[in-house]
């Protein structure tokens, strides 16, 4: 993909060049340097070396053996190809295939999903049941074993299980019955919320949601999404978003690259425009040297390591980040634009906007004390920078609004 990325922005100044060749009136000596530069881009094209693939074997199988000691040189008795006998003490029944392969992983795929090995669906439907709650039923997601916790519900887990392979093992199916569950969509708030905490203050028994904040890519998402700046995407190359040179300098092998001694390993960082970058986060480039910093001031994991668990912290740097962010900053204004855009016929504008932010933001109407609230603020803002800036004024009524509980928390 980085090969095709690196050919498509050569191929695309080689079109100019061809263009510039084909005017009239050229000097001599610029039609020259013309053709020395399109003979260079020609030699900078990439073509892949080698593919790597891997094949299933019918005939020809090396034997495996177990090892003395570890040691490589030293295999003790042959073993065959069997499964965890705590788990499957059966001999593993291993057919050839008939795409000419010699079975074992099409033995491994059968025993993973078979009813009769009910691991593979317990761990997903916990893992599932953890993004939604924000702790497993299990909580101990990379460890069913022995060193592990138990889980809180037995019975609910095994229910869940069952339900995930009776509907085809259909994520989207659990998904659905997750979120639409009295228990997901019970409230923070609780009537009696000392009462509660004293008979489950673990809140094991699931009587009240847990409060917690989205997940950095969700929370950026999210941001795009309310604000209307949200690209739909689907598929394609990855897109590099801005970082500061500061930190792009950081980095040697960023440096290298920049400086051209990469030896054409596409080893620095290519951003793209700016709104080609304002798709799903799932979307962005991920470099283990390089987080993007506003991911990463979120929790977001090292991508160099298995992650059962997100971490979830709340410090001073996030809320930095939601405040003076270029991202935080173009989606306000953005939608200020559009506040103000839709309350050019309004009587009141700042009734509009407020009404509107609210809606936008929160998908609801302002309380009584919160439209005051916002009017004093806009007031504020326009007195220090003047009647006719709205669009400022309106820009920070949006920063507030992201910034509170409302928008960053999931309740």
């Not at 095709?4 to 050569?10: C, E, G, L, W």
């Not at 609780?190 to 904040?213: F, I, K, S, T």
């Not at 989606?331 to 504008?349: N, P, R």
Request: net charge negative; charged share 25%; glycine share 8%.
């Amino acid at each position: 993909m980085e090969i095709d990325r690196a050919n498509v922005a050569v191929q695309a100044e080689l079109s100019r060049l061809e263009q510039r060749l084909k005017s009239e009136g050229l000097a001599e000596s610029e039609r020259e340097a013309l053709k020395a530069r399109a003979e260079e881009l020609h030699g900078q094209q990439r073509k892949p070396e080698h593919a790597v693939g891997v094949r299933d074997l019918r005939d020809g199988i090396p034997a495996t053996f177990v090892l003395s000691q570890g040691d490589a040189g030293s295999p003790a008795e042959e073993v065959r190809p069997g499964f965890p006998a705590l788990y499957w003490p059966e001999d593993a029944v291993i057919e050839p295939s008939l795409a000419g392969g010699s079975g074992r992983r099409l033995a491994l795929a059968r025993w993973i999903v078979s009813p009769a090995n009910p691991w593979t669906a317990r761990v997903l439907v916990n893992r599932l049941w953890q993004q939604h709650f924000g702790a497993g039923l299990v909580a101990t997601a990379n460890d069913f074993g022995h060193t592990g916790a138990r889980p809180e519900h037995q019975d609910l887990l095994d229910w869940l299980a069952q339900e995930f392979v009776r509907g085809g093992w259909s994520v989207k199916s659990m998904h659905r019955l997750l979120v639409t569950s009295a228990a997901y969509r019970r409230s923070v708030d609780v009537p009696d919320l000392a009462g509660a905490g004293a008979v489950d203050a673990e809140n094991v028994l699931w009587g009240r949601q847990a409060l917690r904040r989205m997940d950095a890519e969700t929370l950026r998402d999210c941001l795009l999404q309310a604000t209307g700046q949200l690209r739909p995407a689907s598929g394609g190359a990855p897109r590099w978003p801005a970082i500061s040179e500061e930190l792009r300098h950081a980095q040697p092998a960023i440096l290298e690259a920049e400086e051209g001694k990469d030896d054409g390993r596409m080893q620095g960082w290519y951003a793209d425009a700016g709104v080609e970058v304002r798709v799903r986060s799932l979307y962005l480039v991920r470099k283990r040297c390089l987080p993007i910093p506003f991911l990463q001031v979120f929790d977001l994991p090292d991508a160099t390591t298995s992650c059962a668990r997100r971490d979830e912290t709340i410090v001073a740097p996030q809320a930095i980040m939601l405040l003076n962010s270029p991202e935080t900053i173009s989606c306000v204004e953005a939608l200020a634009d559009e506040l103000l855009s839709g309350s050019a016929e309004s009587g009141d504008w700042q009734e509009a906007v407020i009404g509107g932010a609210f809606e936008r933001l929160y998908l609801r109407e302002p309380e009584s004390e919160e439209r005051e609230a916002a009017r004093i603020l806009l007031g504020k803002v326009l007195e220090s920078v003047g009647e006719s800036d709205r669009r400022h004024a309106v820009a920070e009524l949006c920063r507030a609004l992201v910034n509170a509980n409302e928008f960053v928390f999931v309740d």
